[in-house]
């Protein structure tokens, strides 16, 4: 028998808690709340439920989404978890889903399933339209830097994932704050781990998202460039040579030089009041154009290397 467990990150949620732990299906064995040093005390309401299943683990110190999530990973696994569902305590998850989002797991078709929105209009029109906008664009973004070039809305938090994966991950190298979820789809790349976008549609009601626009815009992009680098450089240098390694050696270089060389020139030009020769142009734009083509190459074949399960 498949234990099911799940775990339910608390910080702020006092009044949606109780709700969302009642809602959960009976086939969860345990119900792991991680009260984040919840200033409204999410934890001790979770305790008041008259529920067997549940589990409550503190945090001294707020750790964050993430560090709460890694909390109650590792608890499930010393339960004896072979499946471990992520929710969010603020009751915009439909918790009928569950089974839905954990069949690909039991199925063997995925090590690693998380909820997509992006697919229900209905659900999307509720969606506040800056938040819609941002996921959008943030998903492309973690398209590149994790691999995973299949996946939309990287940063749904109804999450999924086996225990073997659970068991090759270093958590301890995981982000603990608000880039978590893109974090672990980093990390599960470079384990080849298989992950499916399961359809489910969002509930919005009147909860407050703590995560910040603004911060997100600003932090978020260069977290994803250092990952990017981390995984190409890991998966294509380190645990493997093959020729989008060689179209990255080519071809980057070759940009680098046309981008430095032509501005260098342009300026030169512009202080100097004087023309710049078709030769020079065309040592700026030629490695430019021909390290762009590599460099296309090499996302073709990364797109085409995305983890999957072998046919059978």
Not at 17 to 25: A, E, F, L, Y
Not at 97 to 107: A, F, H, S
Not at 286 to 296: A, E, R, S
Request: aromatic residues 10%; charged residues 20%; hydrophobic residues 45%.
């Amino acid at each position: 028998m498949c234990n099911v467990v799940v775990i339910i990150p608390s910080y702020k949620v006092s009044e949606y808690i109780k709700g969302v732990i009642q809602d959960i299906p009976a086939f969860v064995k345990y119900i792991i709340v991680i009260d984040d040093k919840c200033p409204h005390n999410s934890g001790k309401i979770a305790e008041s439920i008259n529920d067997e299943r549940v589990i409550v683990c503190y945090h001294k110190e707020n750790q964050g989404v993430g560090g709460a999530v890694i909390t109650g990973y590792k608890k499930a696994l010393t339960l004896g978890a072979d499946i471990v569902v992520k929710i969010d305590g603020d009751g915009q998850m439909d918790l009928s889903y569950m089974q839905k989002l954990i069949q690909p797991i039991l199925d063997g078709k995925a090590d690693y399933t998380k909820g997509n929105r992006f697919t229900d209009f209905k659900a999307l029109r509720q969606m506040p339209k800056l938040r819609l906008f941002g996921n959008s664009g943030l998903s492309f973004l973690v398209k590149a830097a994790s691999g995973y070039w299949n996946i939309m809305d990287p940063t749904n938090g109804y999450t999924a994932i086996k225990k073997h994966a659970l068991e090759e991950l270093d958590l301890e190298n995981i982000s603990k704050r608000y880039f978590f979820e893109s974090d672990m789809l980093i990390n599960l790349n470079l384990e080849n781990a298989v992950v499916v976008d399961v359809d489910i549609p969002a509930k919005y009601g009147n909860e407050q998202s703590s995560l910040s626009i603004t911060k997100t815009l600003v932090s978020f992009p260069p977290k994803l460039f250092k990952g990017l680098s981390k995984r190409v450089f890991l998966k294509y240098f380190v645990y493997d040579f093959n020729m989008a390694s060689l179209y990255l050696i080519i071809g980057l270089p070759m940009v680098f030089f046309g981008t430095i060389w032509g501005s260098l020139k342009w300026i030169e030009a512009i202080v100097n009041n004087i023309e710049t020769t078709t030769g020079t142009v065309m040592l700026a734009v030629l490695p430019i154009i021909l390290g762009t083509q590599f460099l296309l190459q090499a996302i073709q074949i990364d797109m085409n290397n995305i983890p999957a399960k072998s046919a059978k």
